[in-house]
Protein backbone atom coordinates (compact mmCIF):
# COMPACT_ATOMS: atom_id res chain seq x y z
CA UNK A 1 0.00 0.00 0.00
CA UNK A 2 1.36 3.56 -0.79
CA UNK A 3 0.31 6.28 1.49
CA UNK A 4 0.53 10.29 0.59
CA UNK A 5 2.20 13.63 2.31
CA UNK A 6 0.46 16.93 3.01
CA UNK A 7 2.35 19.52 4.14
CA UNK A 8 1.03 21.60 6.71
CA UNK A 9 1.33 25.71 5.41
CA UNK A 10 5.12 26.46 6.52
CA UNK A 11 6.65 23.35 6.75
CA UNK A 12 6.90 21.83 2.55
CA UNK A 13 10.19 21.83 3.01
CA UNK A 14 9.65 18.83 6.28
CA UNK A 15 7.16 17.24 3.51
CA UNK A 16 9.44 16.54 0.68
CA UNK A 17 11.84 15.30 2.70
CA UNK A 18 9.45 12.75 4.08
CA UNK A 19 8.14 12.01 0.13
CA UNK A 20 11.86 11.44 -0.89
CA UNK A 21 12.84 9.06 2.27
CA UNK A 22 9.34 6.94 1.77
CA UNK A 23 8.98 7.01 -1.86
CA UNK A 24 5.10 8.70 -0.97
CA UNK A 25 3.47 11.03 -2.79
CA UNK A 26 2.93 14.42 -1.71
CA UNK A 27 -0.77 15.49 -1.76
CA UNK A 28 -1.20 18.75 -2.78
CA UNK A 29 -2.86 21.33 -0.67
CA UNK A 30 -4.66 24.84 -1.33
CA UNK A 31 -4.78 26.82 1.71
CA UNK A 32 -5.66 30.48 2.35
CA UNK A 33 -6.88 32.54 5.05
CA UNK A 34 -10.07 34.66 4.73
CA UNK A 35 -10.14 38.08 5.83
CA UNK A 36 -11.40 37.33 8.65
CA UNK A 37 -8.83 35.28 9.80
CA UNK A 38 -10.08 31.82 9.54
CA UNK A 39 -8.47 28.94 7.67
CA UNK A 40 -9.29 27.38 4.49
CA UNK A 41 -8.16 24.46 3.19
CA UNK A 42 -9.10 22.21 0.32
CA UNK A 43 -7.17 19.15 -0.36
CA UNK A 44 -6.19 18.59 -4.29
CA UNK A 45 -6.09 14.74 -4.88
CA UNK A 46 -8.34 11.66 -3.81
CA UNK A 47 -7.06 10.35 -0.50
CA UNK A 48 -10.02 7.84 -0.32
CA UNK A 49 -8.13 3.96 1.54
CA UNK A 50 -4.93 5.86 2.15
CA UNK A 51 -2.64 6.39 5.18
CA UNK A 52 -1.97 10.15 4.79
CA UNK A 53 0.95 11.74 7.01
CA UNK A 54 0.93 15.38 7.63
CA UNK A 55 4.28 16.93 8.27
CA UNK A 56 3.83 20.01 10.39
CA UNK A 57 6.68 20.81 13.34
CA UNK A 58 4.56 22.11 16.41
CA UNK A 59 7.15 25.23 17.13
CA UNK A 60 4.71 28.48 17.51
CA UNK A 61 1.89 25.82 18.33
CA UNK A 62 -0.69 28.10 18.54
CA UNK A 63 -0.90 29.50 14.98
CA UNK A 64 -1.01 25.89 13.37
CA UNK A 65 -2.88 24.12 16.17
CA UNK A 66 -6.59 24.60 15.38
CA UNK A 67 -5.86 24.05 11.14
CA UNK A 68 -3.96 21.16 11.69
CA UNK A 69 -7.32 19.79 13.56
CA UNK A 70 -9.27 21.04 10.64
CA UNK A 71 -6.72 19.18 8.18
CA UNK A 72 -6.55 16.00 10.22
CA UNK A 73 -10.50 15.80 9.91
CA UNK A 74 -11.17 16.92 6.19
CA UNK A 75 -8.65 13.75 5.64
CA UNK A 76 -11.29 11.55 7.53
CA UNK A 77 -14.11 13.41 5.82
CA UNK A 78 -12.42 12.50 2.42
CA UNK A 79 -12.31 9.09 3.21
CA UNK A 80 -8.48 8.65 4.14
CA UNK A 81 -7.81 5.55 6.47
CA UNK A 82 -5.55 6.50 8.45
CA UNK A 83 -4.08 10.20 9.55
CA UNK A 84 -0.97 10.04 11.20
CA UNK A 85 1.28 13.38 12.19
CA UNK A 86 4.84 14.49 11.93
CA UNK A 87 5.96 16.64 14.01
CA UNK A 88 9.52 16.37 14.86
CA UNK A 89 9.14 19.28 17.64
CA UNK A 90 6.42 18.50 19.98
CA UNK A 91 4.66 21.46 21.71
CA UNK A 92 2.66 21.76 25.07
CA UNK A 93 5.66 19.29 27.03
CA UNK A 94 6.84 21.84 29.04
CA UNK A 95 3.69 23.11 31.55
CA UNK A 96 3.95 19.41 33.25
CA UNK A 97 2.42 20.16 36.19
CA UNK A 98 0.63 22.92 37.92
CA UNK A 99 3.74 24.83 39.66
CA UNK A 100 1.15 27.70 41.37
CA UNK A 101 -2.82 26.99 42.21
CA UNK A 102 -4.85 27.46 39.15
CA UNK A 103 -2.25 26.76 36.34
CA UNK A 104 -3.38 24.82 33.11
CA UNK A 105 -1.67 21.55 33.18
CA UNK A 106 -1.59 22.39 29.22
CA UNK A 107 0.62 19.42 28.44
CA UNK A 108 -2.41 16.88 28.95
CA UNK A 109 -4.78 19.20 27.04
CA UNK A 110 -2.97 19.38 24.34
CA UNK A 111 -2.29 15.81 23.98
CA UNK A 112 -5.81 15.09 24.30
CA UNK A 113 -6.32 17.40 21.70
CA UNK A 114 -3.87 15.50 19.19
CA UNK A 115 -4.99 11.89 20.47
CA UNK A 116 -8.37 12.77 19.52
CA UNK A 117 -7.30 13.59 16.25
CA UNK A 118 -4.37 11.58 14.42
CA UNK A 119 -4.64 7.78 14.69
CA UNK A 120 -0.41 7.75 15.21
CA UNK A 121 2.20 10.29 16.07
CA UNK A 122 6.39 10.79 15.42
CA UNK A 123 8.31 12.97 17.27
CA UNK A 124 11.62 14.02 17.82
CA UNK A 125 12.86 13.79 21.35
CA UNK A 126 9.71 15.40 23.35
CA UNK A 127 10.82 17.16 26.54
CA UNK A 128 10.23 14.24 28.93
CA UNK A 129 10.68 15.46 32.38
CA UNK A 130 7.93 14.80 35.36
CA UNK A 131 6.33 12.99 32.50
CA UNK A 132 8.45 9.48 31.50
CA UNK A 133 6.93 8.57 28.50
CA UNK A 134 3.95 9.81 25.72
CA UNK A 135 1.72 6.94 26.87
CA UNK A 136 1.08 8.62 30.02
CA UNK A 137 -0.67 11.61 28.18
CA UNK A 138 -1.27 10.17 24.36
CA UNK A 139 -3.81 7.63 23.82
CA UNK A 140 -2.70 6.67 20.40
CA UNK A 141 0.64 4.92 19.64
CA UNK A 142 3.68 7.33 19.33
CA UNK A 143 7.28 6.81 18.10
CA UNK A 144 10.06 8.77 19.27
CA UNK A 145 13.22 9.31 16.99
CA UNK A 146 16.29 10.04 19.69
CA UNK A 147 18.45 12.39 17.87
CA UNK A 148 21.67 11.65 19.85
CA UNK A 149 23.46 9.62 17.55
CA UNK A 150 23.26 12.19 15.06
CA UNK A 151 24.62 14.87 17.31
CA UNK A 152 27.37 12.55 18.69
CA UNK A 153 28.52 12.20 14.76
CA UNK A 154 28.05 15.16 14.36
CA UNK A 155 30.32 16.30 17.30
CA UNK A 156 32.66 13.20 16.95
CA UNK A 157 33.47 14.93 12.92
CA UNK A 158 33.52 18.89 13.52
CA UNK A 159 34.64 19.59 16.88
CA UNK A 160 37.85 18.74 18.17
CA UNK A 161 38.88 17.05 21.92
CA UNK A 162 35.19 17.98 23.18
CA UNK A 163 33.65 17.62 26.55
CA UNK A 164 29.42 17.62 26.43
CA UNK A 165 27.88 19.88 28.90
CA UNK A 166 24.35 19.65 29.87
CA UNK A 167 23.24 22.72 31.30
CA UNK A 168 20.25 20.94 33.64
CA UNK A 169 19.45 17.93 35.28
CA UNK A 170 17.44 17.42 32.40
CA UNK A 171 19.79 17.39 30.27
CA UNK A 172 21.57 14.63 31.51
CA UNK A 173 19.37 11.91 29.39
CA UNK A 174 21.07 13.97 26.36
CA UNK A 175 24.66 14.50 27.45
CA UNK A 176 25.36 11.52 28.65
CA UNK A 177 24.32 8.85 25.80
CA UNK A 178 25.85 11.55 23.06
CA UNK A 179 29.40 11.75 25.23
CA UNK A 180 28.94 7.89 25.55
CA UNK A 181 28.40 7.94 21.45
CA UNK A 182 31.09 10.88 20.84
CA UNK A 183 33.66 8.87 23.34
CA UNK A 184 33.79 12.04 25.49
CA UNK A 185 33.32 13.22 28.72
CA UNK A 186 30.77 15.52 29.76
CA UNK A 187 29.19 17.26 32.80
CA UNK A 188 25.56 18.32 33.67
CA UNK A 189 25.11 21.93 35.23
CA UNK A 190 22.89 22.93 37.97
CA UNK A 191 20.17 25.19 36.19
CA UNK A 192 17.19 27.71 38.36
CA UNK A 193 15.05 29.75 36.77
CA UNK A 194 13.19 32.57 38.09
CA UNK A 195 11.37 33.82 34.76
CA UNK A 196 11.31 33.36 30.85
CA UNK A 197 14.38 35.04 30.39
CA UNK A 198 15.74 34.84 33.65
CA UNK A 199 17.90 31.78 33.96
CA UNK A 200 20.65 30.51 36.48
CA UNK A 201 23.54 27.85 35.83
CA UNK A 202 26.00 26.73 37.95
CA UNK A 203 29.67 27.35 37.26
CA UNK A 204 31.72 24.10 36.09
CA UNK A 205 34.47 22.81 37.37
CA UNK A 206 37.68 24.27 35.33
CA UNK A 207 39.56 21.02 35.70
CA UNK A 208 37.19 18.98 33.29
CA UNK A 209 37.49 21.53 31.00
CA UNK A 210 41.13 21.84 30.49
CA UNK A 211 42.45 21.58 26.85
CA UNK A 212 38.89 20.47 25.95
CA UNK A 213 36.25 22.24 23.60
CA UNK A 214 33.27 22.57 25.20
CA UNK A 215 29.75 21.50 23.78
CA UNK A 216 26.50 22.64 25.54
CA UNK A 217 24.16 20.52 24.22
CA UNK A 218 20.46 21.14 25.33
CA UNK A 219 17.30 19.87 23.39
CA UNK A 220 14.69 22.85 23.24
CA UNK A 221 16.74 26.45 22.47
CA UNK A 222 13.98 29.00 23.25
CA UNK A 223 14.90 32.62 24.41
CA UNK A 224 18.93 30.83 24.75
CA UNK A 225 19.14 32.55 28.03
CA UNK A 226 20.25 29.06 29.17
CA UNK A 227 22.88 28.55 26.78
CA UNK A 228 24.17 32.04 27.21
CA UNK A 229 24.30 32.04 31.06
CA UNK A 230 26.61 28.85 30.40
CA UNK A 231 28.34 30.33 27.41
CA UNK A 232 29.13 33.47 29.77
CA UNK A 233 30.69 31.09 32.80
CA UNK A 234 32.61 29.01 29.99
CA UNK A 235 33.85 32.50 28.70
CA UNK A 236 34.92 33.80 32.39
CA UNK A 237 36.74 30.36 33.62
CA UNK A 238 38.97 31.66 30.26
CA UNK A 239 37.80 27.90 28.28
CA UNK A 240 37.54 27.57 24.74
CA UNK A 241 34.47 28.87 23.00
CA UNK A 242 31.86 26.64 23.42
CA UNK A 243 29.88 25.08 20.62
CA UNK A 244 26.07 25.49 21.37
CA UNK A 245 24.14 22.17 19.84
CA UNK A 246 20.58 22.16 20.53
CA UNK A 247 18.11 19.57 19.24
CA UNK A 248 15.15 22.09 18.47
CA UNK A 249 16.72 25.46 17.35
CA UNK A 250 12.92 27.27 18.42
CA UNK A 251 14.93 30.90 18.65
CA UNK A 252 11.96 33.12 19.98
CA UNK A 253 12.63 36.77 19.58
CA UNK A 254 16.25 37.25 18.80
CA UNK A 255 17.55 34.48 21.01
CA UNK A 256 19.69 33.59 17.71
CA UNK A 257 21.03 36.93 17.44
CA UNK A 258 21.58 36.89 21.14
CA UNK A 259 23.82 33.88 21.32
CA UNK A 260 25.70 34.43 18.24
CA UNK A 261 27.19 37.65 19.96
CA UNK A 262 27.24 35.76 23.18
CA UNK A 263 30.65 34.54 21.86
CA UNK A 264 29.87 31.13 21.06
CA UNK A 265 32.26 29.39 18.18
CA UNK A 266 29.19 27.75 16.60
CA UNK A 267 25.56 27.06 16.77
CA UNK A 268 24.04 23.62 15.28
CA UNK A 269 21.40 21.90 15.26
CA UNK A 270 18.43 19.23 14.24
CA UNK A 271 16.44 20.03 11.50
CA UNK A 272 13.25 19.41 13.76
CA UNK A 273 12.71 23.19 13.41
CA UNK A 274 13.94 24.60 10.05
CA UNK A 275 16.38 27.06 10.50
CA UNK A 276 19.61 28.47 9.31
CA UNK A 277 21.71 26.78 11.98
CA UNK A 278 20.52 23.12 11.08
CA UNK A 279 23.51 20.84 10.59
CA UNK A 280 21.88 17.38 11.12
CA UNK A 281 19.59 16.15 9.25
CA UNK A 282 16.95 13.65 11.12
CA UNK A 283 14.49 12.90 7.84
CA UNK A 284 16.36 9.71 7.01
CA UNK A 285 14.98 8.37 10.71
CA UNK A 286 12.01 10.50 11.18
CA UNK A 287 10.85 8.67 8.18
CA UNK A 288 11.67 5.31 8.97
CA UNK A 289 9.45 5.91 11.85
CA UNK A 290 6.76 7.59 10.01
CA UNK A 291 7.33 3.77 7.96
CA UNK A 292 7.05 2.10 11.46
CA UNK A 293 3.77 4.00 13.29
CA UNK A 294 2.01 3.31 9.66
CA UNK A 295 2.65 -0.55 10.63
CA UNK A 296 1.65 -0.30 13.78
CA UNK A 297 -1.52 1.49 13.38
CA UNK A 298 -2.27 -1.13 10.60
CA UNK A 299 -1.47 0.22 7.33
CA UNK A 300 1.43 0.03 5.08
CA UNK A 301 2.76 -3.03 3.93
C1 LIG B 1 14.06 23.14 29.73
O1 LIG B 1 14.16 22.54 30.74
C2 LIG B 1 14.72 22.77 28.45
O2 LIG B 1 15.42 21.57 28.54
C3 LIG B 1 15.63 23.87 27.96
O3 LIG B 1 16.74 23.97 28.83
C4 LIG B 1 14.93 25.17 27.91
O4 LIG B 1 13.74 25.05 27.21
C5 LIG B 1 15.79 26.24 27.27
O5 LIG B 1 15.05 27.41 27.24
P1 LIG B 1 15.73 28.82 26.96
O6 LIG B 1 16.44 28.73 25.64
O7 LIG B 1 14.54 29.75 26.90
O8 LIG B 1 16.65 29.12 28.09
Not at 43 to 53: E, F, I, R, S, T
Not at 101 to 116: I, K, T
Request: hydrophobic share 45%; with cysteine.
Amino acid sequence: MTFGVVAYPGNEEAAAALCGHLGAELIALESREFPDGESYFRLLAPVVGQDVVIACSLERPNSKALGLLFLAATLRDLGAARVILAAPYLAYMRQDKAFLAGECVSVRHFARLLSSSFDGLVTVDPHLHRIHALSEVYTIPTQVVRAAPAIAAWIAKEVTVPIVIGPDAESEQWASEIAADAKCPFVVLQKRRFGDRDVEVSVPDPSRLRGRTPVLVDDIISTARTMIAATEHLRQLGSAAPVCVGVHGIFAGRAYEDLKSAGVARIATCNTVMHPSNAMDLYPTIAENVRQIAQIVGGIA
